[in-house]
């Protein structure tokens, strides 16, 4: 069984996620139940679907799992730039937040093209 625990992913992912929420938390009272809670649940999925794919026995549906951690990451990227559009998150917390985001991405599909 993996430990998901110790891969840097779901580390970063978890950093990722109090980040998502501190921000989440100063945007409109009346978009509660709009982008903010579209924000947070990409950001959850993230390192939930990295969680979820290690306890796959198969090498195949563990790399499934990280596609849809994957696709998650694109989707709070698109949401984060509505958000900065809509001024409720500042353009320099938006690329602090997309600079990691996008480095995440980009180890989530390295981490996934070394299991295939």
Same mark, same amino acid.
């Given at each position: 069984m993996r430990n998901f625990r110790e891969y840097d992913v779901w580390i970063d992912a978890m950093e990722l996620v109090n980040d998502i929420y501190d921000n989440c938390a100063k945007f409109p009272k009346n978009e509660q139940y709009?982008?903010?809670s579209q924000i947070t649940r990409s950001a959850v999925s993230i390192p939930s679907n990295i969680a979820e794919g290690a306890s796959r026995i198969s090498e195949k549906d563990f790399t499934r799992f990280l596609e849809?951690?994957?696709g998650s990451a694109f989707e709070l990227e698109t949401q984060l730039r509505i958000a900065q *559009? *809509?001024?409720y998150i500042t353009k320099e917390e938006t690329t602090r937040i997309l600079n990691n985001l996008v480095s995440l991405q980009k180890r989530i599909s390295g981490f996934r093209k070394s299991i295939i």
């Amino acid at each position: 069984m993996r430990n998901f625990r110790e891969y840097d992913v779901w580390i970063d992912a978890m950093e990722l996620v109090n980040d998502i929420y501190d921000n989440c938390a100063k945007f409109p009272k009346n978009e509660q139940y709009g982008i903010t809670s579209q924000i947070t649940r990409s950001a959850v999925s993230i390192p939930s679907n990295i969680a979820e794919g290690a306890s796959r026995i198969s090498e195949k549906d563990f790399t499934r799992f990280l596609e849809y951690s994957l696709g998650s990451a694109f989707e709070l990227e698109t949401q984060l730039r509505i958000a900065q *559009r *809509r001024n409720y998150i500042t353009k320099e917390e938006t690329t602090r937040i997309l600079n990691n985001l996008v480095s995440l991405q980009k180890r989530i599909s390295g981490f996934r093209k070394s299991i295939i």
